[in-house]
């Protein structure tokens, strides 16, 4: 998936197997320079039923292998 507004370009790859772990990449770009980019799927995504889902939202990443958490900030 790929947008862009002419000055600013983000692209995002999803790739799903036969399990329920998806693989993702991100990029963006401004003035074709790159930019730091994550992908972050929200708390309550899939569960309409969780209380408070995005005050409850967890950020993973993985580097070299390595599993990282962090805990989302929360809204302002």
Same mark, same amino acid.
């Given at each position: 998936?790929?947008?862009?507004?002419?000055?600013?370009?983000?692209?995002?790859?999803?790739?799903?197997?036969?399990?329920?772990?998806?693989?993702?990449? $991100? +990029? #963006?770009?401004?003035d074709? &320079?790159? %930019?730091?980019?994550?992908?972050?799927?929200?708390?309550?995504?899939?569960?309409a039923?969780?209380?408070?889902?995005?005050?409850?939202?967890?950020?993973? $990443? +993985? #580097?070299?292998?390595?599993? &990282?958490? %962090?805990?989302?900030?929360?809204?302002?």
């Amino acid at each position: 998936m790929t947008w862009s507004d002419g000055y600013l370009e983000v692209t995002k790859h999803l790739k799903f197997n036969e399990s329920y772990v998806v693989e993702t990449e $991100t +990029s #963006a770009t401004m003035d074709g &320079n790159p %930019l730091r980019s994550s992908l972050a799927w929200t708390g309550g995504f899939g569960d309409a039923t969780a209380y408070r889902a995005a005050l409850q939202t967890n950020v993973f $990443t +993985s #580097a070299a292998g390595k599993l &990282n958490t %962090l805990a989302a900030k929360k809204p302002r």
